[in-house]
């Protein structure tokens, strides 16, 4: 097999491959195998056909046909491994006419990654923010958690922001329910935004047993597109009534006898959560650093492919703006790509087993899976390429991460390696992979810790 590159662009290239007529006969010989096998021809068994049979029956040009299309992808990958490009995307193959006897040529014409020089990424310097909790972070922390023990307490006014409301709630369309809009005695947290568009703010403002009414337009589902009228009865207006923030509640809570010793473990806990949000943040701001840093010409037919893909993956036909913003994250996460890969080639970066199965533990709950699970799922859907490039470019991250130089926003060093080894370690994900370090996730988490504890408490007794 003979194959040429020609530059057509910096981010695209056209391959010319040719494959003498005899390196086709494996490809021939397996689509006369192929079609034997599916074909029925009187005096003859199935996949016991004769070729010259096959040739009267089916057609010479047919068993070409079939044996080129066979042959071409791993002459494509040949011819790409060969003239050492990066394809990015999908090939557009043109094959010149077929001749039976003579060799097969191709052209395939592809995005690839293109040439440029990496910035030097050694001692970068990033922010993150401090990790010391204050006062007010504290309280706040305690207030949510006296909020997990409080009382309703039904008040004789206007429903505001944070009221647990008592409602009933339909929905019609020109006079006929709709069975979706429909429920009784509802609870719901005024201001949470939980309910239908629309619905915080029409009942904004009620007292008990007052009924509003409000206009709704789906945008999915059944009646999506089309106006419902909607209507909420007001049973109850209900306030949170929160317990004292004392040594009952401390013991109620927690395991502390005082709120003094709860308020300094929640001092403590929260600290733990801030130095891992500077993980986190130290990660991202790396990340985002290095693709300052460089300019790098990207392949505009696959920016536009991945863009046209995002809204015919049923994300409907997108406006203006939001077809804006899904390019501007497609050509962000295409030069992370360019830059983490060439990073990881430069370092010599590779991935063992065990990162790799590091890295299915770490997943697969996000899919709901167990490791194995997800292990056998990728390799289904050819997936298996994919993960090991993405647990390569975190470890390419992890290498800058790793030569920067942190600091807090006071100018103190922060040791990235003191908090977790993990942070700058080879089975880092990407940033933009984890947004489980959000500050409501941590509020919870907080939360959910004492009641745990109270948990194992109850059970022991």
Not at 70 to 92: H, I, N, T
Not at 274 to 288: D, F, I, S, V, Y
Request: no cysteine; aromatic share 4%.
């Amino acid at each position: 097999m003979k194959s040429a590159v020609e530059t057509l662009s910096p981010t695209r290239v056209k391959l010319t491959v040719e494959i003498p007529f005899e390196e086709l006969k494996p490809s021939l010989d397996e689509a006369y195998r192929s079609i034997s096998s599916q074909i029925t021809v009187p005096g003859f068994r199935k996949g016991k056909v004769p070729q010259r049979v096959i040739d009267q029956r089916v057609g010479r040009g047919a068993v070409l046909e079939e044996a080129i299309n066979a042959a071409l992808p791993k002459a494509y990958d040949d011819a790409v491994r060969e003239s050492g490009v990066m394809p990015v995307g999908r090939p557009e193959v043109d094959v010149q006419e077929i001749k039976d006897g003579e060799a097969l040529t191709f052209t395939a014409e592809v995005d690839v990654r293109p040439e440029f020089d990496l910035p030097d990424y050694s001692g970068l310097r990033i922010e993150v923010d401090d990790a010391d909790p204050t006062d007010d972070d504290v309280e706040e922390q305690l207030t949510s958690l006296r909020t997990r023990f409080a009382s309703l307490v039904t008040v004789d006014r206007a429903a505001q922001d944070g009221d647990v409301l008592l409602v009933d709630l339909s929905g019609s369309h020109e006079g006929e329910p709709v069975e979706d809009l429909a429920g009784q005695a509802l609870s719901y947290e005024l201001g949470s935004e939980g309910m239908v568009e629309g619905f915080d703010e029409a009942v904004r403002g009620a007292v008990a047993d007052e009924t509003r009414t409000f206009s709704f337009v789906p945008t999915a589902g059944e009646w999506e597109g089309t106006p419902l009228d909607v209507e909420v009865v007001v049973r109850q207006v209900r306030e949170r009534e929160l317990p004292d923030a004392d040594d009952d509640f401390a013991q109620m809570a927690s395991e502390f006898d005082t709120i003094e010793e709860l308020r300094a473990d929640v001092r403590e806990r929260l600290g733990r959560v801030r130095r891992l949000e500077q993980g986190a943040q130290a990660r991202q701001k790396a990340h985002e650093l290095l693709l300052q840093m460089v300019d790098i010409p990207l392949p505009e037919a696959t920016i536009a492919a991945e863009v046209d893909n995002h809204f015919a993956d049923g994300h409907g036909d997108g406006d203006d703006d939001h077809r804006a913003e899904v390019e501007t994250q497609a050509r962000e996460s295409l030069k992370s790509q360019f830059l983490l890969d060439k990073v990881a080639e430069t370092e010599q970066l590779g991935v063992s087993e065990a990162e790799l199965s590091q890295w299915l533990v770490a997943q697969a709950p996000r899919y709901g899976m167990s490791p194995d699970q997800f292990a056998q799922a990728l390799v289904e859907a050819g997936q298996v390429p994919m993960a090991v490039q993405e647990i390569r470019r975190a470890k390419a991250l992890a290498v800058v991460l790793e030569g920067a130089e942190v600091v807090d926003a006071s100018g103190r060093p922060v040791d990235l390696n003191a908090l977790d080894p993990d942070l700058v370690g080879p089975g880092v994900p990407m940033p933009h992979d984890h947004d489980d370090l959000d500050d409501d996730h941590d509020e919870l988490d907080l939360v959910d810790d004492y009641e745990d504890d109270d948990d194992e408490d109850d059970d022991e007794a």
